[in-house]
């Protein structure tokens, strides 16, 4: 079988992470690497034996011998190079959060329809087999009737706020940051569509440094989330219903373990009942996403069905809806 | 010394929790129980070998020889039962919460100051010495900053819905059950003057079965509080500040332990620099309160500096405010 080659953009954490997981994953090539800094590129190239590096981001959208593109610059960069690649007619999957607000990320949707070519916001999350489980738990009814979730993703980065991540013209914050992994989290559990929704936020500089919402669904099941940036926080993921609940602990977003417990057995500290999915993983765990979208990609499908690309745009207007109450604009919310 | 001798009302399991823990005070003498129920009274009576038994409340307030009275009765029960022992100017501890709301604990609490008699909400948690070191680790900065509180008290007792926790006249639901304790914990933490609240609650037949509340202080702090008498929960109380972080576990409203954590612990796994409070105690714990509510009795002081009578009616106005919200409204909401 002939190598996939992958294009990406942006030389970061997050990128390079996404180059480790793709060692990972079969007939996968990065075959080429572009930042704006001619330095950066060349760097990522030899550390991952990438043979093309472009400087340009618009150099690279005129090699026509990649296939796939993955974008790992900041989420203010997103709309710019995604529309960049997909009007060039590549496949693209991009960070979470595809746009900043719900705005931009109609725009990318639509262009990537009217393109008919592959596209994924990187929610990473949903492709690992121990999540995938924890899902199949809630949905075939094993917890009984799902009741509440309670999930947290908090950690603290304010020893240097001069990071983009702390900018306010960089659109910064907690809630785009990491507040979209319990919010995308809860979709796939208790579904995109909940009735009513509460939240609040400690801004500073004009960035959501910490937050918490609640989704109430119609028929009485409650999601109460937390995140934050400025603060590290118990993370885990509790979701519980009628028999028993699922459990996720820290670093839940990409996990390699989830637990049942049903009733009974918390209350008595017996263990024997209980049911651990454990499947560790070697690198990043950005292989799971990766294969998944390589295979997609392969097959012609255009969207990949643990992120459909109308709940990306569901989330994306919640984030604006949750963002909207404290109240939280970017300088993107006016354009 | 003299024995200090103590009244029973209600004979249900709080009120054999409060006896069994009053065998651990000293000086202490269980000199009588009341029942509306005569058998009730003497079983409960020969269980703990109490020589005094009545099934009449009224009757066992003429009984001058008593000094403290404890009210163990369902809720809905309070305010009569405080009402009667207090006209007759005994000392009065009464379980939580003391009304089923905020107009029947301020009539409540003119009444103690008009007879000027010892009076107490029955909040056991703050009187355990692990509860007393979480606040002091949090009130003296060894956190930083405080920033964030989580915690949740939820258990299923939805095996059977006629008792009366379950029924809407007799104002049952969780928030008044044991939402009432991350309350009054974060009170206790953050002061009892947050800003703003919100709230979401699943209500089944005329009560909460769980609910969760959010306060924001002026200065960004915020708490996210769940509870549920309708489901389990992943029962927790964490506190995080700008250096580190207290923790208590599963039972945390009578706890035996304390821990806490410093950032960079958590990230790095390293444990040495953690600091765990562990004070495992006898029988149900209640000594700890009831040795207070003594001491404090015999040195004729009005209140316990643990739980003073505004900050009760600071709470029971707070569950009036969440519970309009939704909204509850209990019989005695109208009177």
């Known amino acids: 079988m002939k ?10 954490n997050i990128s ?14 990065i075959a080429a690497v572009a930042s704006r800094s001619f330095e950066g590129a060349k760097a ?35 709309y710019e190079n995604v529309m960049l690649f997909l009007e060039a007619g590549f496949a693209v999957v991009c960070e979470k959060p595809l746009g900043v607000n719900a705005a ?14 592959f596209f994924l916001e990187g929610m990473w999350t949903r492709f690992f087999p121990a999540f995938k489980q924890a899902v199949e738990w809630v949905h075939s009814g094993r917890i009984g009737q799902p009741k509440l979730i309670q999930a947290v993703f908090g950690y603290d980065d ?10 306010h013209d960089m659109a910064g914050g907690a809630l785009l940051d990491v507040g979209i992994y319990p919010l995308a989290m809860t979709f ?3 579904g995109s569509d909940p009735a009513k929704v509460s939240t609040a936020a400690c801004i500073e500089n004009g960035v959501d440094e910490y937050n918490t919402f609640t989704f109430e669904y119609s028929d009485g099941r409650i999601a109460v989330l937390s995140d934050g940036i400025g603060i590290k926080l118990d993370n885990s993921v509790f979701i519980g219903g009628t028999k028993g609940s699922v459990l996720l602990g820290e670093g839940w977003w990409h996990p390699d373990r989830v637990e049942f417990a049903p009733w009974g057995d918390a209350d008595t500290g017996i263990s024997q009942d209980r049911d651990v999915f454990h499947q560790p993983y070697p690198s990043s765990g950005f292989q799971y996403e990766a294969e998944a ?4 990609f392969l097959d012609g499908r255009k969207e990949a069905p643990e992120m459909p690309l ?4 569901k989330i994306a207007r919640m984030l604006d809806t949750i963002r909207k109450k404290w109240p939280l604009l970017y300088r993107e919310d006016e354009e």
């Open 16 to 29: 390079t992470q996404f180059a480790q997981g793709l060692q990972f994953v079969d007939h996968a090539q």
């Open 293 to 296: 979208v390589q295979r997609y």
């Open 104 to 117: 931009q990320t109609e725009k990318m949707i639509a262009k990537a329809r009217e393109k008919n070519v």
């Open 3 to 12: 190598q996939v080659k992958w294009g990406i953009v942006g030389t970061g």
């Open 310 to 313: 109308d709940e990306t745009l």
């Open 44 to 78: 990522f190239a030899q550390k991952f034996d990438i043979p093309k590096y472009y400087s340009s981001y618009e150099d690279m959208a005129k090699d026509k011998e990649l296939e796939i593109i993955y974008i790992g610059t900041p989420h203010p960069q997103h």
């Open 188 to 190: 796939a559990m208790f």
């Open 158 to 167: 304010s020893g240097d706020k001069r990071q983009w991540r702390f900018q």
